[in-house]
């Protein structure tokens, strides 16, 4: 099913943001509006905001390698429970239309995303954080919500501040049959994924800098660190930023 957004309704993308990923989040959403040719509200999920709000109040768990591990998934709230929106998180660079990907949505199911078979290879990952392991690790990182479908009603600021880890990362309110799946492409992860030479259907449409980008001094070269400072440039020639 192809659903399109208008200038009265645009795609609401809610990008998890951290205070020390500031100005990755400024590059990840330059690069969704710069692709896209539809209308995109882009909206930074601050835990400091959400909490003074009321509408987020867990405790800090020590396996939280980000302030969005868990505020992720107030997105069908946050979106009224109404159409689709999406969640991904903030060290994404696209290089291409969101368009392509928001054409991929079918309404049978109640989420959609990459199904990634990845397991860390480090401990650590971005400034020393302790890398995590656990069943469909990176499944939550980009994910398309169905937020009017009945089983994401379940996700309120109340269960997103009281249940596990494994409840919310591994979709355990959903049946397998509700999880629908997109292309690796939308969700290339850096240092895992692999570009066929040969095959153009392999070159990402969203990077993934999932173990550290190049905002982070540790990893001013990993892979595809060149489009990512290219990205850099452009936001801050767009948006006046702070260089990092």
């Known amino acids: 099913m192809t659903i399109s957004a208008n200038a009265e309704t645009p795609f609401k993308v809610f990008v ?30 601050k835990q400091s905001e959400l909490r003074a709000a009321g509408l987020y109040k867990r405790e800090r768990d020590p396996t939280e390698s980000t302030e969005f591990s868990f505020t992720r998934f107030l997105t069908p709230y946050l979106a009224g429970y109404q159409g689709w929106a999406m969640f ?34 480090d401990a650590l990952k971005m400034d020393g954080v302790v890398q995590t392991a656990y069943p469909r690790k990176n499944w939550s990182s980009m994910v398309l919500y169905n937020c009017g479908h009945p089983k994401n009603r379940v996700l309120t600021p109340e269960l997103v501040s009281s249940q596990t880890g494994a409840f919310l990362h591994r979709f355990m309110w959903l049946d397998d049959s509700d999880i629908g799946a997109v292309p690796f492409v939308w969700n290339f992860l850096v240092g895992h994924n692999k570009v066929d030479d040969g095959d153009p259907d392999t070159f990402p449409k969203a990077i993934h800098y999932t173990l550290g980008g190049p905002w982070f001094r540790d990893y001013k070269d990993c892979d595809f660190a060149d489009l990512w400072v290219k990205g850099l440039e452009e936001a801050q020639k767009a948006n006046n930023l702070i260089t990092v």
């Open 16 to 45: 998890g943001y951290d205070t020390r990923e500031d100005v990755a989040f400024e590059v990840c959403r330059h690069s969704l509006l710069k692709h896209s040719s539809v209308p995109v509200e882009v909206i930074p999920l």
């Open 88 to 121: 991904v998180d903030c060290d994404f660079l696209y290089t291409a239309d969101i368009k392509g990907l928001i054409d991929l949505i079918d309404d049978q199911y109640a989420v959609m995303c990459v199904h990634h078979d990845y397991s860390p290879k």
